[in-house]
């Protein structure tokens, strides 16, 4: 008889230290009889910190080593207050954090999205060592998996596009054979790797999109991402006041919220499941007891507004040098050149001669767009702007939302508007 299977996600601020580790380690003995595929995050903002390391070397400030020598050592200082000093893991995390060394004893690579790959995984390699070698002191067998030899991805790196047919079969012919051994399964999210054994990861937050892969090749009961909040609620709490948790959301409500930038979710997280029906439910690693929130097959209810508001956004004029209009084969050329550089396009308008779209404010990515488009297009930038989309809004909230704000562009549909704005500027008095 096929074992039933529960896939767990546990993000980084469930993990970001001893006593955090150590909660996840007692949710987890309420599940003891159950067979568990458990994803785990870099600790807390390990990641950000490993992004540092890798911009410090690819600049060459001369500050990498320093600043990938304090990640080691708050990963050092975790593990002192969980495991007595002559445990094996010490070594074990150290010949981790090793792998990555190797890249910044180099002259920095070309292609950085490569080189990033390799240095900010670390992170979730030795977080997950760490949390199956506790689990594993404290008598709850668990067995660590690499999850790079079991997801297959292409060679984009840092957004792995995966391929499903091999992932399938490496996940199938390993997965149910160690939950056979034990009943949980420990391994990392957000990491995959190519045909050539580099690791490439899939997506920054992309831990949720790998438990939901696991989810669907193993033919999940049910998949759990444990927050830090009580489920998926109707705005950022941390932005706004009398904030309501979502008890049931459906499939498509809940991948309309992702792809407007519900960070609660990874993007890529819901159609997996969709596709067999399995259930996902958000809940607290804080009050794990909670019912948190289901997403399903069910029909879409009467929902209450929900807020999303994505910062760090630029949005871009573009207009032709010539006399032509923005016509089919100026966006067809356009839209070529966005999906070439990875710029997602959040929202966008285009009238005769403009064609106008939010972005996320990638320095980099957007440099590379702006050369390529300088010989027949001029374009201007507008930074530090805010997208906000609400769905289910009625006028008067969107209004309140408007207060103290420019707003640049908006739209709106039947369920859903959107607005790109900028603070109002501060009036000084030789302004008035």
């Not at 990640?71 to 969980?82: E, G, R, S």
């Not at 012919?173 to 690791?199: C, D, H, R, W, Y």
């Not at 980099?364 to 989309?389: H, P, S």
Request: charged share 25%; hydrophobic share 40%; net charge negative.
């Amino acid at each position: 008889m096929k074992n039933i299977i529960k896939v767990f996600k546990f993000g980084g601020a469930s993990v970001k230290d001893a006593d955090g580790i150590k909660n996840v380690a007692n949710i987890l003995s309420k599940f003891k009889d159950d067979h568990i595929l458990i994803v785990i995050s870099a600790m807390g903002k390990t990641t950000n910190a490993l992004e540092e390391v890798v911009n410090a070397h690819a600049k060459k400030t001369g500050t990498a080593h320093e600043l990938y020598e304090a990640v080691k050592q708050q990963h050092y200082a975790i593990m002192k207050n969980l495991f007595p000093e002559n445990h094996d893991i010490f070594p074990i995390v150290n010949d981790t954090f090793v792998e990555a060394e190797w890249v910044l004893d180099e002259e920095p690579f070309e292609d950085y999205d490569y080189m990033y790959d390799q240095i900010v995984t670390i992170g979730e390699l030795v977080s997950t060592k760490i949390v199956a070698g506790y689990l594993n002191f404290i008598g709850a067998t668990t067995i660590w998996l690499d999850s790079r030899d079991v997801i297959a991805s292409d060679n984009t790196y840092r957004e792995g596009r995966i391929i499903w047919d091999k992932t399938m079969h490496l996940i199938n012919s390993k997965v149910p054979k160690l939950l056979e051994q034990s009943n949980f399964v420990l391994t990392q999210g957000f990491i995959a790797s190519t045909s050539e054994n580099f690791t490439v990861s899939l997506g920054r937050e992309g831990s949720d999109y790998s438990a939901a892969i696991f989810s669907y090749c193993l033919d999940a009961e049910s998949m759990t991402i444990w927050k830090d909040v009580k489920g998926v609620l109707t705005a950022d709490p941390r932005m706004f006041e009398n904030v309501s948790k979502l008890d049931r959301l459906s499939y498509k409500e809940a991948i309309e919220m992702t792809y407007y930038g519900a960070t609660v979710i990874h993007p890529k997280t819901i159609k997996p499941l969709q596709n067999k029906g399995i259930p996902l439910y958000v809940k607290s690693f804080i009050e794990p007891e909670g019912d948190g929130t289901i997403i399903t097959n069910d029909v879409d209810t009467n929902y209450p507004p929900i807020i999303i508001i994505e910062k760090n956004q630029a949005l871009l004029y573009i207009s032709s040098k010539d006399f032509s209009f923005i016509a089919e084969h100026h966006l067809s050329h356009l839209f070529s050149l966005f999906d070439k550089y990875r710029i997602w396009i959040n929202m966008m308008r285009n009238t005769a001669i403009s064609f106008l779209v939010c972005v996320p404010n990638q320095p980099e990515r957007l440099k590379n767009l702006f050369k390529a488009l300088e010989a027949d297009f001029t374009v201007a930038k507008e930074e530090g702007c805010e997208l906000v989309t609400v769905r289910h809004y009625y006028p008067g909230l969107i209004e309140s939302l408007k207060t103290d704000k420019v707003v640049l562009i908006d739209e709106s549909g039947s369920k859903t508007f959107q607005m790109v704005t900028k603070n109002m500027p501060i009036m000084r008095r030789k302004d008035i």
